[in-house]
């Protein structure tokens, strides 16, 4: 059964974690997935810390931390310093999902320059070869595993199946040969993405790639979006009506593949950005926003009763 979860990228400069705890814990929602924010790298372990216990004492449980800005993108530019960064930077990362009680960390992997994509197939290699590193890291931090967000563009690997097949497959390889040092990598999926090319031919629809990715995914993303994977929302009455996400058919695809998932608990987190951000008319928006599309995902992935601690 999947069980829902909420990622804290909305609240970003608008609201406190103390909001968005208050409102999770409203709604039965005990499941976070930290998004990444411009300070996190820098802070004091002491800020992670006390958050977690925040967290704790609304029953919640901060389950996964994930980027939120494609900053980790480094290992794609061809810029040895560029590379550096995003390699401290992902390290620290997995340090702060130490921190909070995290199972999983994870990003999508990065970017290639359009004007230079000739890099993908280095690239490529150089994300993977720090993935492996890394996974000692997370090891060290006492994760469970590493995810990957497969993305919407060939620029931003993995898109299709057979990048998809190789991210994973590679990684594995890897982690099997040193088990006792490193965790696995899954993927962090995401039922909106698919692939459209320039001239919004669709390449790769979204539910077929969110279903080839079910053996290797440990956690999603919910969102909605429009049909050539353009736009991204919520799933009020309205924005169902506009979207071409089927909750439904979502709900038939996870319990379709009930067995190949790779972990035992799969937690699907809402994202969305949320209205408008550093409005007076529109921040304000935000609770309906989440609670609204939270709602209606409980409507079909039924939120089982947790014992308060």
Wanted: aromatic share 12%; glycine share 6%; charged share 25%.
């Amino acid at each position: 059964m999947i069980k829902l979860g909420v990622k804290s990228d909305p609240i970003l400069y608008r609201y406190s974690f103390d909001w968005l705890f208050e409102l999770m814990a409203q709604e039965d929602i005990h499941f976070l997935q930290l998004g990444s924010f411009f300070e996190l790298y820098q802070l004091d372990d002491d800020y992670f810390l006390d958050l977690r216990k925040k967290a704790e004492s609304y029953n919640i449980e901060i389950k996964s931390v994930f980027t939120a800005h494609r900053e980790l993108g480094g290992f794609f530019t061809g810029n040895a310093n560029l590379e550096k960064i995003a390699r401290k930077n992902y390290e620290r990362l997995i340090e702060v999902a130490g921190l909070v009680g995290a199972s999983y960390c994870g990003s999508n992997p990065g970017a290639v320059y359009r004007d230079h994509d000739d890099n993908k197939k280095e690239g490529i290699h150089s994300y993977l070869t720090h993935m492996k590193e890394l996974s000692k890291v997370a090891k060290n931090n006492g994760l469970k595993a590493l995810t990957i967000e497969p993305m919407s563009s060939l620029f931003e690997p993995p898109t299709t199946p057979e990048e998809i097949d190789l991210f994973i497959n590679d990684l594995s390889g890897y982690h099997l040969k040193n088990q006792d040092t490193t965790v696995p990598t899954y993927l962090c999926g995401d039922i909106s993405h698919g692939l459209a090319d320039s001239s919004k031919d669709i390449i790769h629809k979204n539910l077929d790639l969110f279903e080839h990715g079910i053996s290797k995914m440990a956690e999603f993303h919910f969102k909605n979006t429009d049909e050539f994977f353009h736009s991204t929302f919520g799933f009020s009455a309205i924005e169902q009506q506009k979207g071409i996400i089927d909750l439904e058919n979502i709900n038939k695809i996870c319990e379709k593949h009930k067995d190949s998932w790779p972990v035992e608990e799969v937690i699907g987190y809402l994202e969305i950005n949320g209205p408008k951000l550093g409005r007076d008319y529109t921040d304000n928006l935000l609770g309906e926003a989440l609670t609204t599309s939270l709602k209606e995902l409980k409507k079909v992935f039924k939120v089982p009763e947790i014992t308060q601690k």
